[in-house]
């Protein structure tokens, strides 16, 4: 194995430490929301610093790795890809961090009512599910996995358009309790974020293996 090889190596096991954690951080936040558990949210609030400090390392690795192998062809998307699906990642934990910061400040429990008619739960799961999938797409350079990301991203755009009616009629029957409700549409506008960040990283994943560039592309125009 060459020297690049072994930066690489290093690369890829940096990044899928940093995607492990971030991960975790995402399905305590669910398990924080549905139990009021105020511990496990302190626990995610202080452990966004880990995945800050994961994210400055790898950006620097990657930086290094410019410098001194000048890598072309696919370890050069390679590098690329690393660069901004680490940074989806870290984007991805502070989305975690914030739910955990709204659970901390909510005083009561949330309305069970208001959390099953917002579907917040197959949000999250849907969420949780589109990271563990293109994770595995990732370690294992299976472009087919990676392009059912997309699929599953317009689920979590369904849910949050449903959401936005759903919650405006629950404000005007329960005026008493609108702060968790605006908390709670807060936490499904982050989960809807949490499906465009796995997006991203499915098109990185696709530019890396395969040379194709998926953003900016237009639908086709429906046959009239």
Request: with cysteine; glycine share 2%.
């Amino acid at each position: 194995m060459t020297q690049l090889e072994n930066e690489i190596q290093n690369l890829k096991d940096e990044l899928i430490d940093l995607w492990l954690l971030v991960n975790l951080q995402l399905e305590k936040a669910h398990q924080s929301l549905f139990s009021m558990d105020n511990d496990l949210a302190r626990e995610i609030i202080a452990n966004e610093k880990r995945v800050n400090s994961y994210e400055l390392k790898l950006d620097r690795n990657c930086e290094n790795v410019f410098a001194l192998f000048n890598p072309v062809a696919m370890d050069l998307r390679f590098v690329l890809a690393v660069l901004k699906i680490n940074t989806n990642l870290e984007r991805t934990g502070d989305i975690a961090a914030g739910i955990a910061r709204f659970i901390k400040e909510i005083d009561d429990d949330f309305d069970k009512e208001l959390l099953e008619i917002a579907n917040v739960k197959e949000m999250f799961e849907v969420s949780i599910f589109m990271m563990s999938n293109i994770l595995e797409a990732f370690e294992k350079e299976d472009t087919k996995l990676a392009r059912k990301i997309f699929k599953q991203d317009e689920t979590l755009d369904k849910i949050k358009k449903k959401a936005n009616g759903v919650i405006a009629k629950y404000c005007k029957e329960k005026p008493d309790n609108i702060e968790q409700a605006l908390y709670l549409l807060s936490i499904i506008q982050k989960l809807e974020r949490v499906g465009d960040h796995a997006k991203n990283m499915a098109e990185e994943t696709i530019f890396y293996i395969e040379a194709k560039v998926l953003k900016h592309k237009s639908k086709p125009n429906k046959k009239k």
